[in-house]
C-alpha cells in the first residue's frame, strides 16, 4: 500500500492541473444545480471547462480572498492562481454508494462537502428525514475514511459546510434551527439504523462483527443526542450558513463563498 500512497502522493505534486474540489451534494430540490449554474455564470467567460459532467472549473468571486493568499495581493499570479477550483455536482440519492465509495473513500483533491438543503423542506418532517438520512450517510463514510485510515497522521480533513438555502422563503427555518433539527433528526437515524443491525443479528457483542458495529455508528459511542461537533473527533468540521441561490432581493451566497474561501 505504502508505495501506492507514495507514487499517488508524488503524482499529485507534480500535476498543477488537479485543482481543490468542492463536492456539491444533498436532496434533490435543494438548489444545487442552480447554484453550479449561478457559480458558472459568476465566473469570468472562458476560464471554466467541463472536465467532466456536472462538473465545473470556478473562480471564487471577486472580494473573497482564499485563506492560502492573504499575504499576497490581486492579480499575482499565484494570488489568481488560488481562486480557482472545481465544483462536482453528485446527483440523487441513488448514486450515493457510489459516490461514497468514489469519492469520500479516496477523494481526489476534495476540499471540502456542499451539502445543500432546501431550508423550508427540513421544516417539515418529511423533508428533513431525507436530508438527515442523506446526511448521515455522507457523514458516517467521511468517519469511516476518517477511522479506517492506515497512516498514523490521518487523512486530510474534509469540512462540510451545511447550505441552509432558500432561506427567503417564509417557511424557512433560520440556519441555527436548520442546525438543531438536522442533529436531532440524525440523532434518530442513527438509533434506528443500530436497531436495525441489532435486530439482523449483524453486529452482536461479543462475536466478530461487534467492531463492524462500533464502526457504524455515527459519532460519540454513547447513547445521547447527536451533534456536528462530535465529527471534530473524526477529522471533520460542520458548519451551516445561509443564504438564497434565487432570491426576491437577488440572489445571496456570500456565507457560503467565505467558507470556500477558508478552505481555498
Ligand atoms: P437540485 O435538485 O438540488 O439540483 O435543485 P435545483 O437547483 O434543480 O432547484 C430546485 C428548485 O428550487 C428549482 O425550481 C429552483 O429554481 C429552486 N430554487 C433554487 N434555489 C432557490 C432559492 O434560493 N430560493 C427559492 N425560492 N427557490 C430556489
Redesign the pocket.
Known sequence: VLPILLHQFVYKRQTPTTLPTFLLI??????????LTLTERNTVAQTHTSTAPLTIQALLPEGFIPSSSHYRSPGDPAYERSRRFLLHDTPGHGKLRHFAASQLMKPTNVRGIIF?V?ASSVAEEAGLNEAAEYLHDVLLALQKRYTGAKTSRGPKEIPVLIAA??L??FTALPPHLVKIALEKAISEVRKSKAKGLKDSGVGMRGDDDGLEEEREWLGEGGEGSFEFGQMEEVGTSVTVKG?????GDG?DVKSWWEWVAEQL
Do not use: I
Open positions: 444533498g436532496p434533490s430540490g435543494a438548489g444545487k444545480t442552480t447554484l445543500v432546501d438555502n432558500k427567503a422563503l443564504g438564497n441561490v434565487l432570491g440572489s
